[in-house]
Nanobody
Framework: QVQLVESGGGLVQPGGSLRLSCAASGSSFSAYRMAWYRQAPGKQRELVAAISSGGSTNYADSVKGRFTISRTDAKNTVYLQMNSLQPEDTAVYYC????????????WGQGTQVTVSS
């Protein structure tokens, strides 16, 4: 079992930056693919960025060049550095942990609100 707790959301002006953190409890964190998703009002949840256990990353086209995902396995934590934020980035951001072995294990955090507004 993995529990995920996000932090770092808030209100920021357009062009500003925020860093989200997701702290995981439980074992084998380093084996999990970690990801950030977001869900804006009236929209489906979408993948923002993901990082594999080996450190490979992928990003949604809408955030490439602005957002950076990273992980520190020694701290059981994954981060999302968000720069040049725009109003369309406003959403609830969710941390996700996924491990596929003989079964699929997937866990979600409770979400953290990011609001980009002047």
């Amino acid at each position: 079992q993995v529990q995920l707790v996000e932090s770092g959301g808030g209100l920021v002006q357009p062009g500003g930056s925020l860093r989200l953190s997701c702290a995981a409890s439980g074992s084998s964190f380093s084996a999990y693919r970690m990801a950030w998703y977001r869900q804006a009002p009236g929209k489906q949840r979408e993948l923002v960025a993901a990082i594999s256990s080996g450190g490979s990353t992928n990003y949604a086209d809408s955030v490439k060049g602005r957002f950076t995902i990273s992980r520190t396995d020694a701290k059981n934590t994954v981060y999302l550095q968000m720069n040049s934020l725009q109003p369309e980035d406003t959403a609830v951001y969710y941390c996700n942990a996924r491990l596929l072995t003989t079964v699929l294990r997937m866990y979600w955090g409770q979400g953290t609100q990011v609001t980009v507004s002047s």
